[in-house]
């Protein structure tokens, strides 16, 4: 299982403010900055993904002024598989007034030649996003990034360990030696990560504002060669909404490494002791991080497994949500 970004982006029916002339819109799905391959049609467009392979299991679209519309009945039970992830863009137009949406997921009223896309969960409020466009010129974007690994930084763990054992090592040899300094030092190391981590978000947000600002001035001057341009956009827009909140991640676990340092009594202990009880928590970070890399390794098999046993048998804001699970 990887940390993945899901993005969807409509855009109903408009008239293009430079050349005047009009577009039918587009419905655009993407995993990871790569864009999902469908046949997107007038109305809802629907792709459904399996959230252990990130594979697109099924696409439908519902086109409601069509004269062989799909059944709106079809849609709820469609939406019955609650472990998938649903990736729901306009285009064109559509009207939510004709829907029976599952519980939950009904969206705000879609007006004629308004802009909407979902991404999410039917069975987790936690794990989706939404945007409506009440404007009939106008887009909607929305992107999910799920953090499906709870691996605090090798890199930050790696490091501490080693001056921990550094500062180990200079008390059995120095009686001497303040170990506060060594403490300053350690704490210095996981602050200096945190900053860059910090950092890191910053300079992605810009970029992600950007971004946005890009797609605003290529729609308003939408052309007949725009959305390829568009593409690229929502391409560069997935990419930096899956490292912005990977950096989130890490700084999160950062955050939580130096509370468990903080909180480690160091009081009536030697100073050989408190060291001990320092790298403790580190090796029980590694130990959970090992866990959870042989965890997925035996999930990535089984599904390698399957997937070969098919073959023989013939058998993608305006906003970011993030789930971040407890380490």
């Known amino acids: 299982m990887s940390n993945v970004n ?6 109903g029916f408009f008239t293009s403010k430079a050349n005047n002339k009009e577009y039918s819109g587009y419905a655009l799905f993407y995993i990871n900055g790569e864009e999902v391959s469908f046949d997107d049609s007038r109305g809802l467009n629907v792709i459904e993904i399996d959230p252990n392979t990130n594979r697109v299991i099924s696409s439908k679209s519902y086109d409601f002024f069509g004269d062989n519309a799909l059944s709106f009945n079809d849609l709820a039970l469609y939406f019955g598989n609650n472990s998938s992830i649903f990736l729901v863009a ?19 009223n879609i007006g004629f030649r308004e802009s909407y896309s979902f991404i999410g969960n039917l069975n987790k409020l936690d794990q989706y996003s939404t945007s409506h466009n009440a404007i009939s010129n106008g887009t909607a974007t929305s992107s999910l990034t799920l953090i499906k ?3 605090p930084n090798f890199d930050l763990l790696t490091k501490i360990k080693s001056k921990l054992s550094s500062i180990y090592s200079i008390l059995n040899t120095n009686d001497k030696y303040d170990i506060n300094i060594g403490l300053e030092e350690l704490n210095n190391l996981i602050n200096q990560y945190i900053d860059k981590e910090s950092e890191k978000i910053y300079n992605i947000a810009e970029l992600i504002k950007q ?3 890009q797609e605003k001035n290529i729609y308003d001057n939408y052309n007949d060669n725009s959305l390829p341009e568009l593409k690229q956009v929502y391409k560069k827009l997935s990419n930096a909404n899956l490292e912005i909140n990977l950096a989130i991640h890490n700084k999160n676990n950062s955050l939580k490494i130096k509370s468990a340092f903080s909180q480690t009594k160091h009081e009536d202990e030697d100073r050989l002791s408190i060291i001990k009880n320092l790298i403790n928590v580190v090796d029980n970070y590694f130990k959970i991080s090992l866990q959870s890399l042989q965890s997925q390794r035996i999930r990535t098999s089984a599904l390698a497994i399957g ?18 699970p407890t380490m």
């Open 307 to 324: 997937v070969s046993l098919s073959s023989i048998l013939g058998l993608t804001f305006q906003g970011i949500n993030t789930y971040l």
């Open 90 to 108: 306009v285009k064109d137009s559509s009207n939510s007034d004709k829907l029976r949406f599952p519980q939950n997921f009904k969206p705000h």
């Open 149 to 151: 690994s709870t691996i």
């Open 211 to 213: 971004l946005n600002r």
């Open 6 to 11: 899901y993005l969807a982006a409509s855009c």
